[in-house]
């Protein structure tokens, strides 16, 4: 024990200077990594904020018009069917577009009826709409006998396609 203290006495300003050295080191790399966590937390947060804000918002946003607009498209095809099935021939003559008014059989509002009103939606009792995948603005229209819901089944007597061209309905034959 003697020997200890005396050694310890003898090279005390050398075991002081060691011992500040490894406390400074010490604390100089605590310093540095608590500033490395930090400004690297600081900076996800702020790409994560950027990506929420910037590219993932556009994408929504985009989403979300695509879906407010098919859902208006669809509406109109729902509102332009039933205005048909309650043989308003007028309004629905009104809602089509003019290559479809320039077509033999809806040229003039008597051949729209009766080609379309009555040969067509008038032949089931019921009918369904169907976005097509792919193309944006069109959709398959099937009039349908029976009811799905209730029995279970139901047959498909007519398909045509429909879409919308400028806020007018045009029918594909």
Excluded: H
């Excluded at 790409?47 to 208006?72: C, P």
């Excluded at 033999?104 to 709409?129: R, V």
């Amino acid at each position: 024990m003697g020997n200890l203290v005396r050694f310890l006495n003898q090279n005390r300003k050398i075991i002081y200077k060691w011992i500040i050295i490894i406390a400074l080191f010490l604390l100089i790399t605590r310093t540095l990594n608590w500033y490395i966590k930090n400004n690297s937390t600081n900076e996800v947060n702020e790409l994560a904020n950027t990506n929420k804000n910037g590219i993932n918002n556009s994408v929504s946003n985009d989403v979300n018009n695509r879906a407010k607009e098919t859902s208006k498209e669809e509406d109109n095809i729902k509102d332009f069917i039933e205005e048909c099935r309650a043989n308003k021939v007028v309004s629905a003559y009104e809602k089509l577009s003019e290559n479809t008014k320039q077509n033999e059989k809806y040229k003039e509002q008597y051949k729209f009826e009766k080609n379309f009103i009555n040969n067509f939606i008038n032949l089931g009792s019921n009918y369904t709409i169907t976005k097509n995948p792919g193309i944006t603005n069109r959709y398959l229209i099937e009039i349908v006998e029976g009811d799905l819901l209730t029995s279970g089944n139901s047959k498909v007597l007519a398909k045509k396609y429909l879409y919308i061209e400028k806020g007018k309905i045009n029918i594909e034959d």
